[in-house]
């Protein structure tokens, strides 16, 4: 297994999407209007455009997204059950790899806007996998749209799915600790993260709460997360903004490092996607975190969700400690 030195983020922009070419793009096919939001709006050059689908939800926009994928030159692969996403992506990236001179980088954009949560968990765990196994250096550039705001539905409903995000991200292995400690991003659907903190049985609890430039958003995680919060102390409650993906890392390396010597930490992602692709970044970088996704299940109904116009990107290096130059 080859070496890494440690990977670096920033925070980018749209117009920096045009200045690398890929060796791979991926987007969510689904029912969002905000689907196609990357292929349609920002310029890039890539070997290969790929949107890849899911084995349900298939009303909305789903229609309409799959005429602008292919309009922009995407291969389209529908029917994808969670089950079988992780050997879709290993095939795609060995494809990938395969036009990747040892020499260069593997470069990947990756729309994180409506990937769920388990599959931008297999396409991290690959992505590292290809500098840790493979000993390729990899840029990868992260897309993220911010939903137009709609409403949440404020009557609260069980989780119904509470556990790890994907087995390689279950963590845990190591660890000594019989203490959890919960480190949680609030989303809106109503006393969410409270279930799963009392699940874990978790203490102490960090919070993280999203500052959107679309403020109402704010109002209505507080809303949903009020009893949470006022039972949280206030020097564990954190704002991070959504279009700061560099300083969510960083704050989210900083708590981790601090919880992780005497308790096992679970990262709980609730909210934005881009708080959900921050913490699969920060627990494969340090290993031993435990990330959990959380899911009110088919109580869900789907909606348009279509585009804010506002954009959060992040890059990430992964450099490889192999000496190509003999």
């Known amino acids: 297994m080859t ?3 440690r990977p670096s983020v920033e925070n980018i922009t749209t117009t920096d999407f045009s200045f690398a070419e890929y060796h791979l793009t991926l987007s969510a096919l689904g029912f969002e209007q905000r689907c196609t939001s990357f292929a349609c709006d920002v310029e890039f050059t890539s070997k290969k455009n790929i949107a890849l689908g899911f084995d349900h939800g298939k009303d909305c926009s789903y229609e309409d997204n799959i005429s602008k994928f ?4 995407y291969s389209i692969i529908e029917d994808i059950p969670d089950n079988a996403f992780d050997e879709v992506i290993e095939k795609l990236f060995k494809k990938s790899l395969n036009a990747c001179k040892s020499t260069d980088y593997f470069r990947i954009a990756v729309d994180v806007s409506c990937f769920n949560r388990f599959r931008l968990a297999s396409i991290i765990s690959a992505i590292f996998d290809i500098a840790r196994v493979h000993g390729i250096s990899v840029h990868a550039d992260f897309h993220y749209t911010i939903a137009a705001f709609s409403p949440p539905n404020c009557t609260y409903t069980p989780n119904r799915i509470v556990g790890p995000i ?22 809106y659907e109503q006393d969410q993260a409270l279930g799963v903190v009392e699940h874990l049985q978790a203490a102490p609890v960090w919070a993280f709460l999203p500052q959107s430039p679309l403020s109402e958003y704010e109002e209505a995680v507080k809303s949903a997360n009020d009893l949470l919060l006022e039972e949280l102390p206030v020097d564990q409650l954190l704002y991070y903004g959504v279009t700061d993906p560099k300083q969510i890392v960083t704050s989210l390396e900083s708590v981790s490092r601090g919880l992780e010597r005497s308790h096992n930490v679970v990262f709980i992602p609730l909210g934005p996607k881009v708080f959900v692709l921050c913490c699969l970044i920060v627990a494969a970088m340090r290993g031993g975190l435990s990330v959990w996704r959380v899911s009110q299940g088919d109580s869900i109904s789907p909606g348009p969700r279509a585009s804010s116009g506002i954009r959060s990107c992040l890059r990430l290096r992964l450099e ?3 000496d190509f130059s003999v």
């Open 166 to 187: 994907h087995p390689k991200f279950a963590g845990w292995a190591t660890g000594l600790c019989t203490a959890t400690a919960a480190v949680v991003g609030l989303g």
């Open 320 to 322: 490889t400690q192999r």
């Open 70 to 73: 292919k309009a922009r030159d």
């Open 3 to 5: 070496a890494l030195f």
